[in-house]
């Protein structure tokens, strides 16, 4: 308790020091019970979001992706018979291959778009992996990505990322469009 104290008296102090000479600084407080597990890189490690960022900073190399960086979440290999899915977050910069997560239990999931959600974050879903270089090359070769039509301004298309939507594309009352529910996920299959 006396290192949590000492450790938020330095932080206001960095805060304060920053202040002074002209500089905006503020630390960031991972929400523990908002936490998951998964792999980042090669080793199973706890992941804590905060309000800026997704980060794990107790195991080396460390693991930090800026949320003011994502544009979409994709969920990868979901599906009733698996024990764990992937999370793909996609860079706002488009020549920028997307962080990934991997093998993230299942009962994690509801908790992690509903956090998504709250950080008004899009996402989808999907039951395989994606190949993302190609993907990424295909959209940063589209510049009319996030427009629902063609070049020719007749022909509909799906805008944005909504061509990884897997699930509820078609007359299950899902509204298109948001990405930030349940990505159409039908329970009537169940």
């Known amino acids: 308790k006396r290192l949590n104290e000492a450790f938020k008296d330095f932080c206001r102090k960095v805060e304060q020091v920053a202040k002074k000479n002209g500089y905006s ?14 792999n980042p890189h090669k080793e199973m490690v706890f992941i804590q979001p905060t309000l800026n960022c997704l980060c794990n900073l107790t195991e080396t190399p460390f693991f930090v992706v ?4 994502v544009d979409h ?4 290999r979901v599906t009733f018979m698996s024990k764990a899915f992937d999370m793909v977050l996609i860079n706002k910069d488009f020549t920028k291959q997307p962080w990934r997560v991997d093998m993230i ?11 998504l959600t709250d950080m008004e974050i899009s996402y989808t879903e999907g039951p395989m992996n994606l190949n993302w270089k190609q993907i990424m090359s295909t ?20 805008a944005g990322w909504e061509f990884l939507r897997m699930f509820g594309k078609d ?7 948001s990405g930030d529910d349940d990505s159409g996920y039908s329970e009537n299959s169940g």
């Open 66 to 69: 800026d949320l003011s960086n």
């Open 25 to 38: 600084l503020e630390f960031d407080i991972p929400y523990r019970d908002l936490g998951f597990s998964g």
């Open 171 to 177: 007359g299950d009352g899902d509204s298109a469009g």
């Open 139 to 158: 959209v940063d070769g589209d510049d009319r990505f996030y427009m629902d039509t063609e070049e020719d301004e007749v022909t509909p298309k799906e």
């Open 105 to 115: 239990p299942n009962e994690d999931k509801d908790a992690i778009q509903e956090w």
């Open 73 to 76: 979440v994709h969920f990868e």
